[in-house]
């Protein structure tokens, strides 16, 4: 059974202080892990897809990065506006989504 | 390009009774998937159609059903509501010729169960 765990549950930052989302997973021949963002009262929005250990991706202040056993979003310098809670999810074999719980991340002005 | 649309975004009904929640996919995706949030328990996959045949399910009771349509377009349904069945509902939707297509998500349907 494929599974997700993301830590920390929550985290508080100052605006401009940078820091990093963990993602641990178990799966059965990893396809694809998936990075999303979600704001209260709306659906998943996507961030990014890394296929293979070794891979990074980029947009603005995000950079998502993988590992064979785990996965970081990396938030560089972040603004009140990024404040959302961030999901993370794998797909293997059995080609569903498993989503771990995110970690809801809070940006003080 | 219009996303996924869901209607409608929000339902309140009483334990026993049935629901069917409707979702529109994006525009030339024939692969829609529905899956269940609720704090405890965060994501869970329900079930995935694909050119109108179901082509996953997950470990939900026979109360949870799904279709789709020709055009793509998928409801669920919820027999026999209980109380654990309030949950935001969410549908995706992907091109589904690959098994790793991005799947892009609809605003949900709030179910509250009273």
């Known amino acids: 059974e494929d599974q997700v765990t993301q830590s920390p549950e929550a985290l508080r930052l100052q605006e401009g202080e940078s820091s990093s989302l963990n993602c641990s997973y178990t799966?059965?021949?990893?396809?694809?892990l998936f990075w999303y963002r979600q704001d209260p009262g709306k659906g998943p929005e996507f961030l990014f897809t890394?296929?293979?250990a070794g891979e990074e991706k980029e947009k603005e202040r995000l950079k998502a990065t993988l590992t064979k056993k785990e996965s970081f979003l990396h938030i560089t310098a972040p603004k009140p506006e990024d404040s959302a809670t961030y999901l993370c999810?794998?797909?293997?074999?059995?080609?569903?989504?498993?989503f771990g719980k995110g970690t809801m991340l809070l940006v003080s002005p | 390009k219009a996303g996924v649309t869901q209607t409608p975004r929000y339902l309140i009904k009483t334990r026993g009774q049935q629901v069917t929640l409707s979702c529109s996919p994006i525009?030339?995706?024939?692969?829609v998937s529905w899956y269940q949030q609720t704090p405890g328990q965060g994501l869970q996959f329900l079930f995935e159609?694909?050119?109108?045949?179901?082509?996953n399910k997950g470990n939900f009771p026979g109360r949870f059903s799904g279709r789709q349509f020709s055009n793509s377009r998928s409801e669920m349904n919820v027999s026999t509501l209980e109380l654990g069945d309030s949950a935001l509902y969410l549908c995706?939707?992907?091109?589904?010729?690959?098994?790793?297509?991005?799947?892009?998500f609809g605003p949900g349907t709030r179910l509250t169960v009273l």
């Open positions: 995706a939707s992907s091109l589904g010729g690959a098994s790793t297509d991005t799947q892009y």
């Open positions: 799966v059965s021949g990893l396809r694809g």
């Open positions: 890394l296929y293979s």
């Open positions: 999810a794998v797909q293997g074999d059995y080609s569903t989504l498993t």
């Open positions: 525009s030339g995706h024939r692969s």
């Open positions: 159609y694909f050119s109108e045949t179901q082509r």
